[in-house]
């Protein structure tokens, strides 16, 4: 897969807005200082400044990220420079984000804050979360379509997700495998001996696995009150990013008039007079994807039918586009941590 990053970066800085802080570069920038390369360096192309590393209210859009990346790429001296950086994390340079998991009352109830509020993050990967049996597994795409800069994307933001893992959890986190798309690097036994665990290159997927067991142990820094707290400062911080787009809106329009029938991103697309290709590309220019879309129609269709009718589960499931109840009930379930019925009741 190749890229054209003039192509790219052009419609990230036409179509997305400097949203995010610059909370978790730091850590970019500190190896490349080791490395004796200064912050001007690394900052050429992106119109940001220096001094603004330093700035509470600077903020950087995805498409100065990417650049960033890109000129870390071009200038470091080590060919594993994103694991290094990731592993220079701390707690704060996640901000109230990080402090938000810390004080969760177990680690799977930090797990599902942090993906529910990943977005204040800013990552460059799209990232989910599931369990398989005794497995959970944090799962990523590549929805940038990044080309020759996934590698260090994925070892940035992979190794940054571990630290905190780490800082939340305050003991080795029980990885047992990491799976990747992109072919094997010569410096492959960095990511085990960071990992701990089997690494698989060129792999369909992008995943990392570990023993869901430890989702039921207690956070060693739980405290009620200052989780309430932060979660409440990170939802106010999700508000404050990008409006709705356009786009979006058209999205939202067109699914809410199907009755249903939810047109999937190919005849949305063609709705549009363009290509999924495109569709795809512009929603992830403004930090957004397809799916997310429609789910969040459903969600809200569902929430809305199940306070204000008397439908059954079943009526409001292919109300909402799910051709099996069962199914819908899952969906739900991920949506709002509540089965339909225990809503419904509540």
Known sequence: MSLQPLVVTREFDEKASSAHSMLGLRAVFAEMTEQGIGASALLQGTGLRAEQLDDSQARVSLAQKITIFRNVQRLSAVPDVGLRAGARQRLS???????????SRTIGDAVLLGIRHVRLAGPVLEKRFRVEGSRGIFEAHDFLELGELLPLATEF?????????????????????????????????????????????????MEWHFDAAVLARPCPNANPITAD??????????????DETELSRQIRTACLNSRGDFPTADEMAARMG?????????????G??????????????????LRNTSMSVEQIAGRVGFSDA??????????????PASYRQA
Not at 93 to 103: E, I, R
Not at 229 to 242: A, G, V
Not at 288 to 305: C, G, K, N, P
Not at 326 to 339: D, H, L, Q
């Open 157 to 205: 933001w992979f190794a940054s997700s571990l630290k905190l893992c780490l800082c939340v959890l305050e003991a080795p986190f029980p990885s047992l495998q990491l799976l990747l798309p992109y072919p094997r690097p010569a410096y492959a036994e960095a990511y085990e001996r960071m990992f701990g665990c089997e690494v698989r290159f060129d792999q369909p997927v």
């Open 326 to 339: 069962s199914n819908f009930r899952k969906a739900f379930r991920k949506w709002t941590g509540s089965t």
């Open 274 to 286: 363009m290509s999924v290709r495109s569709l795809h590309r512009r929603l992830a220019g403004q």
């Open 93 to 103: 340079d996640f901000g109230v984000y990080g402090y938000a998991l810390a004080s």
């Open 229 to 242: 707290l932060c979660t409440q400062f990170c939802e106010r911080m999700l508000e404050n990013l990008p």
């Open 288 to 305: 957004q994807r397809y799916q997310d879309i429609l789910d969040d129609v459903r969600r809200s269709l569902a929430v809305e039918f």
